[in-house]
C-alpha cells in the first residue's frame, strides 16, 4: 500500500529543514537527520553554558552551509525566496552563488577583476534581501567566472566550498522542451544545467519553481519531481 501524501509531505520538509547534508537524507528518512540535530542541539546548549561559566574555549557548532544559485532572473529570486523560508536555519550560513562566462572571441576592454566587482553588485541587493529576512545568518557572495559548462562549475564549486544544500531556480518547461529532454536523457547526453546538478552535485540539489496561480512551489530532486509544496 502506498504512503499517504502527508507522510511524503513532512518527510520532505524534514530533509530540507535540516540533519544529513547529503542527498541521502531525503531517500532515507529523517532519522539520521534528527540524531544529528539532537547531538547538535545538545552541543550548542554545552556551548552556551561554557560561555555563562567563562569557559572560552568551547565553540558552538556551525550549521549547514546552504548555497543558492543567483542571477538576475525571476526563478533565482523565487528559489532564495524559498530557502529562506522553508530551508535555512539560524545556525547555517548561506552561500549565493553567481556564475558568469568568461568572454571570448571579442575585444575584451574590462580585466577579470572588474567584471568580478561588477557581478558583486548585481548580486548584493540578494545578499540584503537574505540580510533582512534572516539577519542572525551569515550571508557572503561567490562570483565564479568559467569557460566550463555552467552546471559542471555549480556542482564543483558547491563540493569545494563545502555545501550541504544546493538550491537552483527552475523554469516552467514547455511541452516541446520536456519531449527533447527526456530524448536527450536517453541518448545519455543529460538534460540542463539544473538536471546536471540533481544527479551529479554530492549534496542535496534541490530545483525549485514557483507556481504561478495557486501558490506554493514544486520541488524537483534526485528522487521527487515536481513534489509540490505549499508556501
Given amino acids: 500500500m502506498g504512503k499517504p501524501a502527508g507522510y511524503w509531505v513532512n518527510k520532505i520538509r524534514t530533509s530540507f529543514k535540516g540533519g544529513s547534508s547529503s542527498s541521502k537524507s531525503l531517500d532515507e528518512g529523517s532519522t539520521s537527520g534528527s540524531r544529528k540535530n539532537g547531538s547538535k542541539h545538545s552541543k550548542n546548549l554545552k556551548a552556551e553554558e561554557a560561555n555563562k ?3 572560552g ?16 532572473t525571476s526563478q533565482s529570486k523565487n528559489a532564495l525566496q524559498w530557502a529562506l523560508t522553508h530551508c535555512v536555519q539560524d545556525e547555517d550560513n548561506i552561500t549565493l552563488l553567481h556564475v558568469t562566462r568568461t568572454p571570448v572571441g571579442q ?6 577583476r572588474e567584471r568580478n566587482s561588477r557581478a558583486h553588485e548585481l548580486v548584493h541587493p540578494l545578499k540584503n534581501f537574505c540580510q533582512l529576512k534572516k539577519p542572525n545568518v551569515k550571508t557572503e557572495i561567490v ?4 569557460a566550463e559548462e555552467k552546471g559542471k562549475t555549480i556542482v564543483e564549486e558547491s563540493k569545494k566550498q563545502g555545501a550541504g544544500v544546493l538550491v537552483l531556480g527552475q523554469r516552467k518547461r514547455t511541452s516541446k522542451w520536456r519531449v527533447i529532454w527526456k530524448w536527450r536523457a ?43 509544496l505549499l508556501a
Fill in 186 to 228: 536517453k541518448g545519455g547526453m543529460g538534460g540542463g544545467v539544473v538536471e546536471y546538478c540533481i544527479h551529479n552535485s554530492d549534496c542535496m540539489a534541490i530545483a525549485v519553481r514557483k507556481k504561478s496561480n495557486n501558490g506554493g512551489y514544486l520541488i524537483t530532486t534526485k528522487r521527487h519531481k515536481d513534489f509540490w
Fill in 57 to 72: 574555549a568551547v565553540q558552538v557548532e556551525s550549521g549547514r552551509k546552504v548555497m543558492v544559485v543567483v542571477d538576475t
Fill in 53 to 55: 561559566n567563562g569557559e
Fill in 107 to 112: 575585444a575584451i576592454d574590462e580585466t577579470q
Fill in 143 to 146: 562570483v565564479v567566472e568559467t
